[in-house]
């Protein structure tokens, strides 16, 4: 897919849902831009390694802060 393909999905507003979450069944990516360019990257929820990845991040995260709690930190 070109650029110009993923930016026409990209500032489609309707792949934006509740206006943070991209939701683009035709974008390849996984990781795009946030909306306002320049915060950083988001998921393209409508792929399938999405949503267990983000269910990774957050397990990993709560791992770590269990960890450190454990060692009275």
């Not at 991209?22 to 393209?44: E, H, M, S």
Request: with cysteine; aromatic share 20%; charged share 20%.
């Amino acid at each position: 897919m070109s650029t110009s393909a993923f930016d026409r999905h990209y500032f489609d507003s309707n792949n934006w849902k509740l206006g943070f979450i991209y939701f683009c069944r035709a974008d390849q990516r996984i990781f795009v831009p946030k909306r306002i360019r320049g915060l950083g990257w988001t998921l393209n929820f409508a792929r399938p390694l999405a949503v267990p990845f983000l269910a990774f991040i957050l397990a990993v995260v709560y791992g770590v802060l269990e960890l450190s709690r454990s060692f009275g930190a």
